[in-house]
C-alpha cells in the first residue's frame, strides 16, 4: 500500500495553497528564461536592473521546509532580507501566525520584510492582500536599503531568512545578529550554486567562535541553515 501524500502546510487555508501554487509556477517560468550570470555578472546595481520585474521565488520545497522550521521553533519574530513579489514572506507569516495562536497569552506574531525597490514592495503587498489578513496582518514591509530600514524597531528575533544578493547576507546578519535569541535560526539561500558570492558570509558563520552551529542542506543549490548557540 503506498503512503499517504505529504501535507508539508497542515491547517493552512485551500485558497492560500492555491495562490501560493499559482505564484511557484509564474516564478518558475521567469527563472526558466535566466542563466547563471543573470544572477551575479556585473555587480549589485546591474543584477537589481535585471531581477527588477522577477520573482526569484524561493522554491516551493524550501518554502515548505522552511515553514515547517519556524513551526517547529515557534518562532513569533522573523525577518527575511530579500521579499521580492512576498511569496516566501507569506510562508513565515503563516508559521508566525500559527505560533502566536498556539502560544497564547497575548504572543504577537511579526514578520518584517525587506524589499529594495518599491515596484516589488507594490506587488508583494498586493500579493498578501489577497491571502487576507492572516498573512497581510502579520507583516511589517520596510522599503529601501535594509543597512537603515533594520536599524530601528526590531526586537528579539527568532528566525532570519536570507534570500538576497550575496554581498548583503553577512552586513543584513550583523545588524540581526544581536537582537537573536539563542537558538534562533538563520537560513540562507543557494550556498552552494552561489559560494562565491557567500564566501566571507560562510567563513564568518563557520569560524569557531562564531556561536552558530551550521549545516547546507541537501536542497538544489544549497541551502544553509544555521543554529545560534552562543556561549553566554
Not at 45 to 61: G, N
Not at 136 to 149: A, N, P, Y
Request: proline share 6%; charged share 25%; glycine share 8%.
Amino acid at each position: 500500500m503506498a503512503p499517504p501524500p505529504q501535507n508539508p502546510m497542515q491547517g493552512v487555508p485551500e485558497h492560500i495553497r492555491s495562490i501560493l501554487a499559482r505564484l511557484h509556477a509564474e516564478s518558475l517560468a521567469q527563472e526558466s528564461q535566466l542563466n547563471t550570470d543573470d544572477f551575479f555578472a556585473g555587480g549589485e546595481q546591474a543584477v537589481a536592473r535585471r531581477m527588477r520585474d522577477k520573482f526569484i521565488a524561493l522554491e516551493e520545497d524550501k518554502a515548505q521546509y522552511v515553514y515547517g522550521l519556524a513551526r517547529a521553533t515557534g518562532a513569533l519574530v522573523i525577518v527575511e532580507a530579500g521579499t521580492s513579489f512576498g511569496v516566501s514572506t507569506i510562508y513565515l507569516a503563516l508559521a508566525a501566525a500559527a505560533n502566536a495562536r498556539r502560544a497564547g497569552g497575548g504572543q504577537e506574531a511579526r514578520v518584517v520584510a525587506t524589499e529594495h525597490e518599491p515596484e516589488k514592495a507594490r506587488r508583494a503587498r498586493a500579493h498578501w492582500d489577497e491571502c487576507g489578513e492572516e498573512v497581510s496582518g502579520v507583516i511589517d514591509l520596510r522599503v529601501g536599503d535594509l543597512r537603515e530600514t533594520l536599524k530601528e524597531d526590531l526586537e528579539r528575533v527568532d528566525f532570519l531568512l536570507l534570500d538576497i544578493w550575496t554581498p548583503m547576507a553577512l552586513p543584513t546578519l550583523k545588524i540581526v545578529q544581536p537582537k537573536m535569541r539563542p537558538g534562533a535560526v538563520v537560513i540562507a539561500d543557494n550556498t552552494i550554486m552561489a559560494a562565491e558570492g557567500y564566501a566571507d558570509y560562510l567563513t564568518y558563520m563557520r569560524s569557531p567562535d562564531s556561536g552558530f552551529i551550521n549545516m547546507t542542506l541537501p536542497f538544489k543549490n544549497g541551502l544553509e541553515m544555521s543554529i545560534y548557540c552562543p556561549e553566554k
